[in-house]
């Protein structure tokens, strides 16, 4: 049992069963739920030999994410493996109280600063200041905070969340009591600033526009190792061993609608179009073309021209690419004159399975070269199941910076890569065997053969010469 990408079985503890994601009804929050890896595993009868844990000493689930699509890339969201069939994705916003400010360390201007005189501007240890309600808002206003002077509360002028910088209002107040202006008074050396705020100390879920419909999840179960050649210690379930989920997915999909999907891929197979599919980022690292700290919220979009991010604003910019196959084309195309010269209209409707899971921004490069844009995807669905996207494709003018985005994988401006585990094996493959089942091998005898193209075409027809 060792069929090209095909560990034997035994080698890794298989993954919890029936993990399900779905929403906590708070927040962007996300439940998980699986059976306990120890007591029940099924899956595949292959080789005389059920899915079975029985042999492993289990010591938990871990959980990755990712943001960007069902393919990755994945980061671990739990510390430790989950020793329970639950756990929350959230994001983790606390709260920090009274947080003392060091009179040394803590303040950025002490009314010294060059050329902004009188300016007093301190930065809490932990960053970034969030607002207390919402998803991880970065702090923007001078009430998302609480600064006090030897317990006095004093006004702030301008918070900076990113940055976690906090600028004091030293700009006097009039009194009508005794007519008089209330002068800002200055900390000194042995007064106690300190400061009141809520930050974001770690995971941020995506939910704004369409980004949660690509958020997936992958379960794996971690066992003692009993070869001892883990540095750990503990073996893992290879990542993908393990079928994504989704939150958006109301129901798991029966065998009939995964035997739609198979006949419309099939479809596809005989006429579609073999593309490439370029996934936008929505996570990782940011690009310094952003990149500034203090007035991000108000700064410039990421810069067209930039071929770090290609105008995403995150390193590397896109994640593929993916081999897919669209429905076939059908449209004019259109040479029109615009003020800004002639250009090239063409634009037409396809169609793909249920994976990958695309939306607007993604694009598509043909094997002519041509790249297109895609616009707004219609998932069809059955009981909330996704089983279909139709969307609209668009030519790009040979000058879009999405042009310049390398069709090898991982090149050196690819940005790095987030989290300690992110394998890379065949995607079309796993994909098939996770989400439409397994691999089902018939007998020699039964094998369905024939010379018609349609079966010759799909590498089942008879060898050569016979
Ligand atoms: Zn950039």
Not at 80 to 89: A, E, G, L, Q, Y
Not at 117 to 144: E, H, Q, Y
Not at 145 to 168: H, M, N, Y
Not at 340 to 346: A, D, F, I, Q, S
Request: hydrophobic share 30%; charged share 25%; with cysteine.
């Amino acid at each position: 049992m060792s069929e090209g990408w095909d560990p034997t079985p035994g080698t890794f503890p298989w993954p919890p069963a029936n993990g399900m994601a779905m929403s906590a009804f708070h927040s962007s929050d996300t439940d998980l739920r699986w059976d306990d890896p120890a007591l029940l595993a099924t899956g595949p009868y292959c080789e005389g030999k059920g899915r079975s844990n029985s042999q492993w000493d289990i010591v938990g689930v871990n959980v990755y994410r990712s943001d960007t699509g069902e393919r990755g890339p994945y980061f671990r969201v739990n510390r430790v493996p989950v020793m329970t069939n639950f756990f929350r994705d959230r994001t983790d916003v606390v709260e920090t109280v009274d947080e003392v400010i060091d009179w040394n360390t803590g303040w950025i201007f002490r009314g010294t600063a060059p050329n902004q005189l009188g300016v007093w501007r301190l930065r809490t240890r932990n960053r970034p200041i969030v607002k207390r309600t919402g998803n991880a808002v970065m702090a923007d206003s001078p009430f998302d905070v609480e600064v006090k002077i030897d317990g006095r509360r004093v006004p702030v002028a301008e918070v900076a969340g990113l940055a976690s910088e906090i600028t004091l209002d030293t700009t006097s107040v009039w009194d009508p009591s005794t007519e008089r202006f209330i002068e800002f008074t200055p900390p000194t050396e042995n007064s106690v600033v300190t400061v009141t705020y809520y930050w974001l100390r770690g995971n941020r879920l995506e939910n704004t526009l369409d980004r949660r419909a690509k958020v997936f999840y992958r379960l794996t179960t971690v066992a003692v190792d009993p070869f001892g050649t883990s540095p750990t210690g503990l073996i893992e379930t290879p990542l993908e061993y393990s079928e994504p989920v989704s939150p958006m997915d109301s129901e798991k999909l029966d065998y009939i609608w995964r035997e739609a999907i198979r006949r419309n891929r099939w479809i596809l197979e005989q006429g579609g179009e073999r593309v490439k599919v370029f996934i936008r980022r929505m996570t990782g690292v940011r690009c310094d073309c952003v990149w500034d700290e203090r007035l991000e919220e108000y700064s410039k979009q990421p810069l067209n021209a930039c071929i770090k991010c290609y105008g995403t604003g995150w390193v590397g910019g896109y994640e593929g690419p993916y081999d897919i196959i669209v429905g076939p084309a059908e449209g004019e195309r259109r040479v029109t004159q615009t003020p800004n010269g002639r250009r090239l209209e063409y634009a037409y409707e396809v169609w793909i399975g249920p994976t990958p899971r695309l939306s607007q921004r993604d694009f598509i490069v043909k094997q002519n070269g041509e790249r297109y844009s895609i616009g707004p995807v219609n998932r069809t669905e059955i009981r909330g199941v996704l089983l279909q996207q139709s969307f609209q494709i668009a030519y790009l003018d040979t000058g879009d910076i999405r042009y310049r985005v390398p069709m090898g994988i991982w090149s050196g401006c690819r940005g790095p890569r987030l989290g300690s585990r992110t394998p890379r094996t065949p995607p079309a493959r796993i994909h098939l065997r996770t989400r439409w089942g397994p691999t089902i091998r018939r007998p020699p005898w039964r094998r369905r053969r024939g010379r018609s193209p349609m079966v010759v075409s799909r590498g089942v027809g008879p060898p050569c010469g016979s």
